[in-house]
């Protein structure tokens, strides 16, 4: 039986004089952690992505990449959070018009609580944005923007009647040419009439062709099957006709569900949707992370992925000298005296305050009207597996520690408060304490060692080498309870106590565990062809190398049918 091979490892490795290393492929996601809903705009060589941050600031994080593979964050959208907003940042949505960046973004207007998309402009995207207030304010509720530029006017798309007793559609209008404001009356592009689940959608033109790339089915959580359809249409205002194929993209055996997400074009006019995906199995921990997946059309003028309907993890690269980086960890010694952009902290319901004099971090604040939870100041894990230690210099009568937050009725804390070490779980909005022991030392390193996404261990240490470990009678149901519906629970630093009695940390350092990198084997046999398209990918040769003369070495293997 013939068998094809793929090597994970940093670079393939062929043997044979005529051959040299080279990396025909990467592994998602590109982007590790939770970004949900991602939005990609290139402008020149440069690539920049951002996504929902949800109930978590600074607002919307932006990425950039010069190579759609590697990606590093620098900053946010916004810092501050924009005067007619309550929370629920969701769906940014890029778009550069006139030497301008636009962001059309989703979030509860304070005054109803009512979710409606809003619009901000910069000179660059990694500039400070100027907020314009809400350009979309329709029914209850409107989000996840999309603009479309056709015969030089500017057009909004956006998600309608998502809390009715109705079918959801997507809704277009006219906007002024300056992009601030809805003209004219607003029309339908498509109707959920499967009611199935509408959103999330992609707007543009080809081949004389009007295309909407949208996602189906369930968004969020870990019962989530979202899938990518396609519609397109001769007219702009349609009708637009769903593709007999749908969904285009879905889950597999490596991933759970995939969906809402925005395309780009390379220089050379190639197209890459960049989406979001729950990974199956424990990776599930680590939320929506964003996936790269190339876009072809076929001669019918539908559009397909080029590794098939079925999500994989393993995609052809998409230049032919990019090398894809190896997920690292984070270590902070506060050593900068900025907080570093991959911090975010729970703004709903706490107002934060963290500053950094002197290599030390100062966290403190005080909670918002009903609110009991303490200030988090977290990271997006990237990894199911990872060491959370962090060294307190101080002590007094605030609680000061280490957490794994969901929100402020889901989290739990370690560390001392007063002359206790302690432990506690909260689950929904109820306090219980897991260890409560006498605090062995005023400076003190803690630790949380999390595996396949749930804390196992938690220690102490007076000088961060020799640990003792704490007891605790943690279960595993209890720990899936801090999974919010849209969100996962990040680790990080906390605070609870007097905004005065602050908590004073050294250093803060997050190590990922290294997975073995698989190698995959695609299962041979009969596969179907559909629209002209062969069920396995045309890209085959880029991806898969034969083993007849050479070598390939990884550390496991296990088996992957093609789609």
């Not at 350009?135 to 509720?141: A, C, H």
């Not at 072809?296 to 539908?302: T, Y």
């Amino acid at each position: 039986m013939n068998r094809l091979i793929i090597a994970l490892l940093g670079s393939v490795l062929y043997s044979g004089a005529s051959m040299a290393q080279k990396q025909t492929y990467f592994t998602n996601p590109v982007i590790h952690g939770d970004v949900a809903d991602p939005s990609i705009l290139r402008i020149d060589d440069t690539y920049y992505a951002t996504g929902t941050s949800s109930e978590w600031a600074p607002y919307y994080p932006v990425f950039t990449s010069k190579d759609l593979v590697n990606w590093k964050q620098t900053g946010h959208v916004f810092e501050q959070q924009p005067e007619w907003t309550k929370s629920s940042f969701w769906a940014p949505e890029w778009y550069y018009h006139n030497g301008k960046v636009y962001v059309y973004y989703t979030a509860r207007k304070k005054s109803n609580n009512t979710s409606y998309i809003g619009v901000a402009t910069s000179d660059s995207p990694t500039g400070k944005f100027k907020d314009h207030g809400p350009v979309v304010e329709f029914g209850t509720e409107a989000i996840d923007a999309f603009i479309l530029e056709d015969k030089g006017d500017l057009y909004i798309s956006w998600k309608a009647y998502g809390l009715d007793n109705r079918p959801i559609e997507l809704l277009a209008s006219k906007l002024t040419p300056d992009g601030l404001k809805l003209t004219g009356k607003p029309f339908s592009l498509l109707r959920d009439d499967e009611r199935v689940g509408m959103e999330g959608q992609h707007w543009f033109k080809k081949n004389g062709y009007y295309y909407l790339i949208y996602a189906i089915n369930g968004c969020c959580g870990p019962n989530s099957d979202y899938a990518v359809a396609v519609a397109r249409s001769k007219k702009l205002e349609g009708p637009y006709e769903k593709y007999e194929g749908n969904p285009i993209l879905h889950g597999s055996d490596e991933i759970q569900s995939i969906g809402h997400g925005t395309l780009t074009t390379t220089p050379d006019g190639r197209m890459f949707y960049l989406c979001h995906a729950y990974s199956e199995g424990s990776d599930f921990f680590l939320g929506r992370q964003p996936h790269l997946q190339e876009l072809r059309f076929g001669e019918d003028n539908w559009p397909y992925f080029v590794t098939g309907e079925y999500a994989r993890l393993v995609q052809p690269m998409p230049f032919a000298d990019c090398v894809q980086e190896p997920v690292t960890g984070f270590f902070d010694n506060f050593a900068d005296p900025n907080l570093r952009p991959e911090w975010s902290w729970n703004y709903p319901y706490s107002n934060v305050q963290a500053k950094i004099e002197a290599g030390r971090l100062w966290l403190s604040g005080s909670p918002k009207p009903e609110c009991k939870t303490g200030e988090a100041l977290c990271l997006r894990p990237a990894s199911s597996g990872y060491t959370l230690d962090a060294g307190i210099t101080n002590q007094n009568g605030s609680w000061k520690g280490i957490t794994l937050y969901g929100d402020n009725s889901y989290y739990i804390a370690y560390g001392p408060v007063g002359d206790r070490l302690q432990i506690k779980l909260v689950r929904e909005g109820k306090e219980q304490q897991l260890a409560d022991l006498p605090l062995p030392s005023m400076a003190l390193h803690l630790r949380m060692q999390v595996k396949e996404g749930l804390p196992y261990q938690f220690a102490w240490s007076k000088d961060g080498k020799q640990w003792t470990p704490v007891n605790h009678g943690l279960s595993e149901e209890a720990i899936r309870s801090l999974i919010r519906w849209d969100r996962v629970a990040r680790p990080g630093l906390y605070h609870e106590g007097d905004e005065k009695a602050p908590a004073v940390y050294k250093r803060q350092d997050l190590r990922n565990k290294t997975p073995s990198s698989p190698c995959i084997f695609p299962q041979t046999g009969k596969h179907r062809l559909r629209h002209g398209i062969p069920g396995r990918s045309e890209l085959e040769p880029l991806l898969y190398s034969q083993v007849s003369s050479g070598s390939a070495s990884c550390t496991n293997t296990h088996e992957v049918p093609l789609a």
